[in-house]
């Protein structure tokens, strides 16, 4: 089987670093995604990870040890629009590519 | 261009009732799929269309579950005697292949309420 753990609930401040973690066991590993879903929204990519290392967009950036069956999404400079839900998904590969998504962590960002 | 479009936004019906959900995808993305997302909890796979084939239904519920895709295009996902235990956000998502380098674009989804 797959599953993904990520903490449920994260708070920080405006201007500051967070960082949520991902730990997955998997049959298979094709790569790591990250999506952000603001509340009655539709979620959206941010970054995907297929070998290790650091993978830096902007203000968000996204990390992968595979060896580690561990990855961790980072955003500087927070502002309250970050405030969101913020999934790890594994890539199923194989045929059809679906993706396996833990059970996301609420970002609070306050003033 | 337009991106993935969901009909209705909301649907509120009856134990018992058939529903059906539309997803539109975005035009030439080849793959398609549809999750399920309960309250406060992650997306669950449901199913996914290559073209308007299914090759991988493995994530439906049940069989009062189904999905159709026509034309390459447009995706129906019909509930059957809907239960309350159904009542989901359901978000469709499409993407240029089934590549694992090809990201999936995400629907605005459809909240489904079973009374």
Redesign the interface.
Known sequence: GQSLEQPSEVTAVEGAIVQINCTYQTSGFYGLSWYQQHDGGAPTFLSYNALDGLEETGRFSSFLSRSDSYGYLLLQELQMKDSASYFCAVRGGGATNKLIFGTGTLLAVQP | GAG?SQSPSNKVTEKGKDVELRCDPISGHT?L?W?RQSLG?????LI?F?GNSA??KS?LPSDRFSAERTGGSVSTLTIQRTQQEDSAVY?CAS?LS????????????TRLTVL
């Open positions: 993935v793959a799929y999750y909890q992650g997306l669950e796979f996914y290559q090759p991988d994530g978000l993407s089934a590549g694992v380098g090809d990201e999936q674009f995400f629907g605005p989804g």
